[in-house]
């Protein structure tokens, strides 16, 4: 079993930042493809970005050149640094486990918030 744990979520104003951190316990994440996945009201689950165990990163177009995602496998934790924030990224934001032998894993999500 992989536990995640988001934090880092609140209210900004547009054109804001945001720090979301991501820690995992169960398993180590160096063996896992890592990612930030978010759902806003209403709408499906869609992909934030993902980090590859070479570091290898992938970004939804719509947060590339705002959004940053990185890993610390010694603290077992994955970081999404959101720059430029805009009203349409209000969402809740999933942290993500995914391998091929221990499966798949979420977190309880954060809440963001971008509203003047």
């Known amino acids: 079993q992989v536990q995640l744990v988001e934090s880092g979520g609140g209210l900004v104003q547009p054109g804001g930042s945001l720090r979301l951190s991501c820690v995992a316990s169960?398993?180590?994440?160096?063996?896992?493809?890592m990612g930030w996945y978010r759902q806003a009201p209403g709408k499906e689950r869609e992909l934030v970005a993902t980090i590859q165990r070479t570091e290898s990163t992938n970004y939804a177009d719509f947060v590339k050149g705002r959004f940053t995602i990185s890993r610390d496998n010694a603290k077992n934790m994955i970081y999404l640094q959101m720059n430029s924030l805009k009203p349409e990224d209000t969402a809740v934001y999933y942290c993500?486990?995914?391998?091929?032998?221990?499966?798949?894993?979420w977190g309880q999500g954060t809440q963001v918030t971008v509203s003047s």
């Open positions: 169960g398993r180590s994440i160096i063996i896992s493809t």
């Open positions: 993500n486990f995914q391998n091929i032998i221990y499966g798949n894993y």
